[in-house]
């Protein structure tokens, strides 16, 4: 019986998988061919969704993108034998899916199996190296476990790009009878969507990476704050975690080892401040998302008051790989002190969109056009921000800067968790930037006063700018206000804001109504 | 739209006040629950949930004021987010937010004077891959245009 695949990830069913899914049973059922329709993940190759693939001899073959309306032409051609000349004939046929271009050139280490397997079989899972990192981490102390993780090299995902081991390493030796493991799934940053697609499309390798976090600290309690706009993400999380309790990969005594992990997920409910780590754990306490001050860390002093692990999904999602393949595998990839690899999300104005995992190294305009193909609409790229709403606009000058987290800092933006959005040029500066401030005010905790009133004084700033009401005057000021923020406030909210707005006034004076020698002064 | 609870609901929202009185850090699930179920978070049951989870009434209403998800008041029969972060500006989301606000005869946190539509900012929704991107009860559509939300929202709310 051929096995077609039809992805069930949000971006997939966001362009129509559902009724592609149900039009190719129909039209199975109806000409009597026997299929079995497995709901994968997605490849992350979002301009063929919803992308349909036919299992061969040789490997699966894709066909893309395919509407409902494509399906009865597909039996015509005979696709369920995809090698056959007349389904190699068919315009949506696209060939054998690994030697695609875009994934053939890519290292897929934490998205190894995003795609591939169906998200919610353990059997898939456990086909395709899952729980290797578990099992080797029942065999080791919880000091050679955090040491694996060090060595590795891996910095958080998050954006901080804090080294995960070293957090790991202050829980470890934080005396206390209770320990907590938070996953920050509030991925609130604009852009970017690997996160989702872990929890999506590979949820296991989420809660093996953060029991591997509790066993190697001390931890039995997780949690998973997710964000509230991903409703399929926590269908997926919830029976996922259910099948790892009955499969004894949570719970207690896992897989006989004496080890205690319970798992849970719990619902944010749309504050962008709350993926703030101090700020998360207030509300997973069921308060309000204000932010704490720092130190305590987290790490001595986290949910309830104990010793707690934050780390962003993709940091721990990495973990299982490092802890299968050894420290030294992950390190070998990247440059400098940018371990390993980084899950990139292409966005915004690009004809080819998706998930691209690479070692660090690859530079923003190998991203944009060999990967990205250019822009949708056709007209050049202008402006591109990178890491979110706190991140930088980068212009084509800086386009050859390779995705590093030091290199990024040496030309004052931030890689942050890896979202690349990028703008043709009927893009406004101006109003790009004064949206930041209006985001900001949107979304601030109002704990202090440079992010609370300088993110609405910083609307006000913008609006007289754009109508060209006493010019220098009013640049300065918004120079000023930057200022206060960048220095003055407790979080990156605040703090980070005068990124987007600072660049677009340096990169692209024009729309700020200046020459770029006003700028410059 | 009516604000008085029928008994069902009152009902509903006990059993959830009991479920999650003694989870640690339960307000947020339990003001999860609620809306789920009721559509919104009555502001009448603030006391019997500030006494189950020794908290004041001030305090429960700062943690629901707090977060953009809750909302005291009854509202549509389906809730449409538009997408307003930047790789959705960079696709266009300024002008559907605009033909939709027209085509629909109301501003973001409104309801159609049909009561069938209740539209609601976004600030991403994950699917910045195929902007702009719109989110009609908990399902997301993308490369969306005026025209395609206006043929959902028939669909969805009038079929
Ligand atoms: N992913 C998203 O959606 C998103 C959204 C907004 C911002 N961000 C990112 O968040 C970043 C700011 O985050 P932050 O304020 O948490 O950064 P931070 O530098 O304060 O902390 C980074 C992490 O390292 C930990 N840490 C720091 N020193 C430590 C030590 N000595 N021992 C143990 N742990 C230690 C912190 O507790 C935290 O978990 C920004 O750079 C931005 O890119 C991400
Ligand atoms: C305003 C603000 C929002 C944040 N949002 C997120 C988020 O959505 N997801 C995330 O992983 N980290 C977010 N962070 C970073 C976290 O505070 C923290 O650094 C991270 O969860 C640590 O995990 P990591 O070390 O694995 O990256 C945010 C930080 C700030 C200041
Ligand atoms: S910078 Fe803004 S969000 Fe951060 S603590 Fe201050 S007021 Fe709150
Ligand atoms: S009140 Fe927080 S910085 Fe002034
Ligand atoms: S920016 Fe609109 S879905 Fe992410």
């Known amino acids: ?521 | 739209m009516d604000n008085t609870l029928s008994h069902k609901q009152h009902a509903q929202i006990q059993a959830h006040i009991q479920a999650h009185q003694h989870v640690p850090g339960g307000l947020m699930p339990l003001l999860h629950a609620i809306q789920d179920d009721i559509g919104y978070v009555p502001e009448t049951v603030y006391p019997e949930i500030a006494k189950a989870l020794a908290l004041s009434v001030a305090e429960v209403h700062g943690v629901v004021s707090f977060y953009h998800h809750f909302r005291t008041h009854p509202i549509g029969k389906h809730v449409l987010q538009i997408c307003r972060a930047e790789s959705c500006q960079s696709m266009g989301s300024a002008n559907l937010e605009a033909d939709l606000k027209a085509k629909l005869g109301v501003d973001y946190h409104q309801t159609t004077a049909d009561g069938n539509v209740t539209l609601l900012p976004v600030y991403c929704l994950g699917n910045c891959g195929c902007s702009p991107a719109v989110m009609l009860d908990d399902e997301v559509y993308g490369r969306m245009s005026a025209e395609k939300v206006a043929d959902l929202i028939t669909e969805v709310c009038h079929g």
């Open chain 1, 1 to 521: 019986m051929v096995k077609i695949y039809v992805p069930i990830d949000s971006t997939a069913l966001s362009l129509g998988a559902e009724r592609t899914a149900k039009k190719i049973m129909q039209e199975a059922q109806a000409r009597g061919i026997e299929i079995t329709l497995v709901r994968n993940g997605s490849r992350g190759l979002f301009w063929l969704e919803p992308l349909v693939e036919v299992e061969t001899a040789q490997g699966r073959v894709a066909f893309g993108p395919v509407q409902p309306s494509d399906v009865a032409g597909l039996f015509d051609a005979e696709f369920t034998q995809a090698q056959a000349d007349q389904a190699k004939a068919h315009p949506l046929y696209l060939g054998l899916t690994d030697e695609l271009a875009w994934l053939k050139k890519q290292q897929r280490l934490t998205f190894a199996r995003v795609g591939i397997t169906d998200p919610l079989s353990l059997e898939d899972y456990l086909a395709h190296d899952g729980y290797q990192g578990l099992k080797n981490a029942l065999a080791m102390s919880g000091t050679d476990i955090v040491k694996a993780v060090t060595d590795s090299g891996l910095r958080g995902r998050g954006g901080a790009a804090f080294p995960t081991g070293i957090k790991w390493n202050t829980v470890l030796n934080a005396p206390a009878e209770q320990k907590y493991v938070v996953c920050n799934a509030d991925e609130g940053d604009s852009g970017t969507y690997s996160d989702r697609m872990i929890m999506e499309d590979d949820p296991f390798v989420l809660i093996e990476g953060m029991t591997i976090a509790g066993i190697a600290v001390g931890a039995t309690q997780g949690y998973i704050y997710l964000r509230s706009e991903y409703p399929h993400a926590l269908k997926t999380l919830n029976e996922a975690i259910r099948k790892a309790n009955l499969a004894g990969y949570l719970g207690d005594n896992i897989q006989g080892s004496g080890h205690t992990f319970h798992l849970e997920v719990r619902r944010a409910a749309g504050a962008y401040v709350c993926g703030e780590e101090t700020s998360l754990l207030e509300s997973l306490e069921g308060k309000r998302g204000l932010v704490r001050f720092k130190p305590p860390l987290p790490a001595i002093e986290g949910l309830f008051g104990k010793p707690t692990i934050v780390n962003n999904v993709i940091s721990l999602a990495t973990v299982p790989i490092i802890l299968d393949k050894g420290a030294q595998y992950y390190a070998d990839y990247g440059m400098g002190r940018s371990r390993g690899t980084l899950p990139i999300q292409l966005a915004g104005n690009l004809k080819q969109t998706g998930l691209v995992e690479l070692a660090f190294g690859a530079t923003l305009r190998e991203l944009l056009y060999d990967y990205g193909g250019g822009s949708a609409s056709g007209r050049p790229i202008r402006a591109v921000q990178v890491g979110g709403p706190l991140g930088a606009y980068l212009p084509e000058s800086q386009f050859d800067t390779p995705l590093d987290y030091e290199a990024f800092t040496k030309i004052w933006a931030v890689l942050g968790h890896g979202g690349i959005v990028a703008f043709d040029d009927s893009v406004d500066m101006a109003k790009m930037a004064r949206y930041a401030f209006e985001f900001c005010a949107v979304e601030s905790c109002g704990k202090c006063t440079p992010c609370r009133i300088g993110s609405t004084r910083g609307v006000e700033v913008m609006d007289k700018i754009v109508l060209g009401k006493n010019h220098p005057q009013n640049v300065q000021l918004l120079r000023d206000l930057s200022d206060t923020m960048l220095n003055g406030s407790l979080c990156a909210l605040g703090g980070m804001t005068p990124y987007p707005v600072l660049s677009a006034l340096n990169h692209f004076p024009e729309d700020f109504g200046l020459s770029n020698k006003e700028a410059a002064a």
